[in-house]
């Protein structure tokens, strides 16, 4: 009894003395508004029982390794209401990258607060942007109708799934897809974001495409002329991985080339003059990006084409899998190919050159038409070999 009556007692002492719970730092709201190729605003409201002393932001665009750092200047006050403007002409950011940022906070009685890290799609919102879906595609425009923006998206399914089955890989999650209505909006979107305009544009790290159409009888050509080959950029990162910006641009351009599903006779035509007049680019100048002289970009994408091409049809597509996973590996342009193909550059070069643009009529004719002799059998063959059989002179 008397132990139970000591126990209350002392409750009872806690109970009336007075219990202060030290709050520290409390976040209030943070937001983010931006001019598109501007300005991109960081605001914060934040208090604290003693003053906030100090206030940093962190921002990192997309998954780059490097996390900017910026130090606010504040007066200490217990209320803060602070915001810091990052210019995006010094400091473009990507078209439609997310940016991750979060503000640490400490207060004069050292007690510290990092809040939740939110995300700000950086979206070109010069324009209204609407959205449809398909699978992992989505398909964003703002100039024609609903049935524009959902062929758009049929478009973009059907050329990811024909693009993964091509390379072999496992297409991410979710690709987005952004219409501009014509070159100029494209360009000084991609310009507004410190990028290059190059007709299209894929930034595969993002998983985003940006291509040009408009309604019209021309919207599904250009569709799909256009988005196989950016989303095969895409699919190749997924296989390349952190590896892609070092690997041979011949390479990655020339898998884009052979994704296209609307053929390209300039490239032909280019390809054969250039060899008539002993013009080809070596294979190790197309190792960096090409230049921007068009006659000579156009040679470079005619030139990546047609090795990549003839690669896959001497090598087949496991071997073209495995010199991918080389320059995931850190290869280089000339590394890859010595340690897939068991050839130099110049080598590989001298084969191709040999056997697709030196080859006689009648064995440039079989391998284009292989598919045609699979189907039709021995008597295409023999039609073939009729056409192309020397005459004798009479």
Known sequence: MRRLLVILSVLSVLSASPVHAQVGITHDSSDVIYTFGGQMIFT??????????????????GDADRTDVYEVPITPMPRLETKYTRDLQAEPI??????????????????????????????????????VGRGAIAAHWYNGDVAFGQAAADIGYKALNQVSRFLGAQPPPE??????????????????????????HADPELGVVLVTAAPGPEAVINLERDLPHELAHVMVYQIVGPGYDRMPRWLDEGLAMNSEQQPRSDLEIALNQAAQADNLLPLN?????????????????AQSKSVVRYILDRWGPAKMNELLLAYRDG????????????LSLPELQADWQSDVLEASPFTKFVSDTVPAIAVFGLPALIIAALIFAPRRRK
């Open 285 to 301: 100048v197309l190792c960096a990006p090409f230049g921007i002289d068009f006659d000579q970009a156009l040679l470079s994408y």
């Open 44 to 61: 914060l409201v934040a208090h604290s029982e003693a003053d906030i002393v100090k206030a940093t932001l962190l921002v990192r665009v």
């Open 331 to 342: 290869a280089t342009c000339e590394g890859g190919v010595q340690r897939e193909l068991n």
């Open 94 to 131: 990507p078209p439609f990258a997310p940016v991750h940022y979060s503000w640490l906070l400490t207060d004069a009685d050292d007690h510290t607060l990092m809040t939740e890290e939110k995300i700000q799609f950086y979206e070109d919102n010069r324009f209204d942007w609407q959205t």
């Open 175 to 200: 690709v987005n897809i952004y219409v501009y209505a014509n070159v100029d909006d494209l360009q000084s979107g991609l310009r507004l974001g410190g990028r290059t305009w190059v007709g299209g």
